[in-house]
């Protein structure tokens, strides 16, 4: 079964506030996913965006969604990832969390980009969401970050808005069908990046209601790489979650 943790600092000044909550498999079936929460903005995110002015348990919603699976499973903060702690090449995918993580904190620095292409060259896969990516990497990024992007993350970045809350799948998702990215009264996706495919990769899902450009790309084969340009977690409804989890496995594991 799941375990899931947060936990406090208790003092003489009383207790301190909760940490973000992280979940580990703690039975007997092997572990093939690590979720990595590399969302360190969401907490200062304005009200229109975070209209509860919450903290955040993302990689608990991305647990819960590979709960169906059967599927084993780890999370950790992307700083373990930095630090040694945690190995990806441990794991058979990596699921990267970045919410609408941007500029300010970035999406991807060197050192992860540099961890992130070496776990792909050895044959890992990686499941990576966010509103920001392509705005932090490429419209603000250097060369360095735009050729991660473009060859390692396989996507194009069209631009910043895609103008609407409603993706559709395509290709390889073409099952997933309508999805709606907003969780009323708790998350707002203000700015979705709008992307293509790159190099070989196809386009598995587009916006609807607003542009009609790209919302995810996928590259299979060794070194696979699903990228939303909007964050999983804004997808509204468990099942709705769980689903696209389900798809996400079927195409990288």
């Not at 993580?101 to 991807?108: K, L, N, P, R």
């Not at 340009?229 to 769980?242: L, T, Y």
């Amino acid at each position: 079964p799941p375990l899931f943790v947060r936990v406090s600092a208790v003092g003489p000044a009383g207790e301190g506030e909760l940490s973000d909550v992280y979940a580990t498999w703690v039975d007997d079936a092997e572990v093939r996913v690590l979720v990595v929460d590399g969302n360190d903005r969401w907490q200062a995110q304005p009200v229109v965006e975070n209209p509860l002015g919450r903290g955040h348990d993302f990689a608990a919603v991305h647990a819960r969604a590979l709960l169906g699976s059967g599927v084993g499973f780890d999370t950790a903060a992307n700083e373990a990832i930095i630090d040694g702690v945690v190995v990806l090449d441990d794991y058979d995918l990596v699921v990267w969390v970045l919410g609408e993580e941007s500029s300010e904190d970035e999406t991807f620095s060197p050192a992860e980009q540099a961890l992130v292409s070496d776990y792909l060259a050895n044959d890992g896969a990686l499941m990576v969401s966010g509103a920001e990516i392509g705005w932090d990497l490429v419209a603000l990024g250097n060369a360095a970050d735009q050729a991660f992007y473009a060859e390692v993350l396989h996507a194009e970045y069209l631009g910043d808005d895609a103008g609407t809350y409603f993706v559709r799948g395509r290709g390889s998702l073409d099952e997933a069908g309508l999805l709606r990215f907003y969780t009323p009264g708790a998350m707002n996706v203000a700015f979705a990046d709008r992307i293509a495919p790159f190099a070989g990769a196809e386009l598995v899902a587009e916006y609807v209601r607003g542009t009609a450009d790209g919302a995810a790309v996928l590259h299979a084969g060794p070194g696979a790489v699903l990228h939303l340009g909007f964050p999983f977690e804004s997808i509204d409804g468990a099942p709705g979650r769980e689903a696209v989890m389900g798809w996400a496995l079927s195409l990288l594991l």
